[in-house]
């Protein structure tokens, strides 16, 4: 039971990790939350809630349904409702990890050994399919069609997302707009529906319910964006966490697209050797490094990310200022700043 | 654009395969239902309609959206909000298998290469996660959250079967209440729901909701039994079709529990040798189909089998004699004698 302790723990102390205001405004709620989580991962079946705790409790930031408790008190809310629908977020989003894992055939996530490393990929489908009708049973106990709308359209578009992440990976041919309507759909959809859920429960006019889902939307695509300018990033390196994971596996990134789009012959046939044909050797990454320095692509690819963080805080101007709204802007702040 | 036309076969011509009865009484409905099917399979992510073709179009009997048709008729329903609900119960089960594909890493279902033979594991998770949101997103337009609940917590229960399935698997001290709990949640519990969605949309009293319960899960007991005797069966290998796959696969299934336990220390270290270490050799089949004749295994699995057939029969009793009623009434006993 040492991974439901995982849980309790955190229960405790609810992860900082640098979200700040987020996390003060959210960590009461996130208490509860986690609580919910606990008690809907439980089965019978002993291996479902030892590879769901081991994955739930692995350090996740619980990013998504702090979202969904901060945009419920952006519109005021007063319910208990946000409650488990957030911990209904989080299943959906451990679900896809648990899938994704699998697909990628990741050993390692955030340092720890993943489900499928550890249980094998049989049981990180299924599980991950258990995780995925917890969610659903969680929104039908809410009794909402809007909020099992938006989150089964949602889940939607991010299985339609991987699948089309999956159908360009490892081309190097892949267009920036090809890689944002990946991420828009794998990621930024779970980050709109989370945020919009907020203003639904909370009962608000659509215009607060369309600011929360474009909030969420753009901070996906941000968040996705320095999430892959990292894997190729000095500051990820130096807070020791490792590089090139992205690189190793041949995923295509905006920094590689645009490495790519602004490279001559000979670096295309560097990028495809390593990308598409994954023959890399030991000195490979560094001259990837090089190349993306040479041609910005780091740096415009953040630029990017800050474009849509600006999109991000200007939809919360459809809302009055309140420590709701200074912690929904602060996170993004932060997500594009840790790349520094 | 073949495996599209494939369905489009089938609508014209829907399957007959043998369900007699309900497959008259579904036959017009049923080619509305694979209409729906066809359309919300699309996307423009061109994998999924391929893939998602490949295994609807595959030849299913629709045995499970057949039952949902045939039991709004048996409560007189007179509405449209059966087929897409039908399409909904396959869309479940076309999500089910092509994840238990990749668990039992098939290569073959009825006779054609499996999804995942075809386009690879990675593919087959991803789109069966398609396929299940999409059945959250038709249960959602149709707008009831009792049809939401019945089709939640069924697919959650499918998915502990699953997992418990898996945790059982190449164990030969698998008890017989083992197997029934497996076979009860990952066959049963979707039978059930198929069936009581029926009166659900007809809004029928309670009684009569739990009594098409109560069919679907007897039938859905006896089907997977039936199903499980048939992979030793002689009147299988005469249908052309081939007999030990489960062997092959080590699975722990009625007629292996019951030789096992009724065999002695000889014949236990060859089931072992067999099943959990799976070291097979040619003539280790017909030993196996030996032992299973020995102890009446095949016998016992197909008496346990009618009991089930018989329990969801007299289920059918709470209604009035119909059309619907025999329809339902004839393809368990078509279910159970196709085992001879």
Redesign the interface.
Known sequence: MALVAGVEQQQAAPPRSGLGGLADLAGKDLEAVNAIILEHMQ??????PQLAGHIIAAGGKRLRPMLTLASARLCNYRGRRHLPLAACVEFIHTATLL?DD??DESDLRRGLATANALWG???S???G??L???A??L??SD?S?EV??IL??A??V???G???Q??TSNDTETTEDSYLRVISAKTAALFAAACRIGAVVAERPDAEELALDRYGRCFGIAFQLVDDVLDYSARQAELGKAIGDDFREGKITLPVVLAFARGNEAERRFWRRCLEDLEQEAPDLDRALDLMARHKALEDAMARAKLYGAQARTALHAFADSPARRALTEVVDFCVDRAY
């Open positions: 089965s019978e079946v002993d291996l479902i899938h699998v697909v990929n049989k049981s489908v299924l599980v399919d258990f995925f009708s917890r659903f049973q929104m039908v009794g069609l099992l709308r089964s359209d889940s939607a991010i299985a339609e991987e699948v089309l999956l159908m």
